[in-house]
Nanobody, 123 residues
Framework: QVQLVESGGGLVHPGGSLRLSCTAS????????MGWYRQAPGKQRELVAV???????NYADSVKGRFTISRDNAKNTVYLQMNSLKPEDTAVYYC?????????????????WGQGTQVTVSS
């Protein structure tokens, strides 16, 4: 019912920048939160940043001051601006959305994931 499409990953040198984008489409009544997670090889998926409607952004300690999450509600799109990238930022980055979907007279919340986009930071 809802699809998340990510873009913007790639290879960058240490100290460089990348901007990830994720657009939600489908039968969306409301997007309650959008965020980014990442998973490095051999590690568990971890929260990078999340932006809930009406709240301040929440960041992992490891990215505070370097990454910025933002949303364009009109486009159902979330962005992750990543600056001062480090090799330890290398991972597959996944977009996540908490979406309210109207089914008849019922409003249900669902959790959706994107397909992931590779970010590699290497010299």
């Amino acid at each position: 019912q809802v699809q998340l499409v990510e873009s913007g990953g790639g290879l960058v040198h240490p100290g460089g920048s990348l901007r990830l984008s994720c657009t939600a489409s489908g039968t969306i009544f409301n997007i309650n939160a959008m965020g980014w997670y990442r998973q490095a090889p051999g590690k568990q998926r971890e929260l990078v940043a999340v932006l809930k409607s009406g709240e301040r952004p929440n960041y992992a300690d490891s990215v505070k001051g370097r990454f910025t999450i933002s949303r364009d509600n009109a486009k159902n799109t979330v962005y992750l601006q990543m600056n001062s990238l480090k090799p330890e930022d290398t991972a597959v980055y996944y977009c996540n959305a908490d979406v309210s979907v109207l089914a008849g007279i019922y409003l249900n919340d669902y959790d959706y994931w994107g397909q992931g986009t590779q970010v590699t930071v290497s010299s």
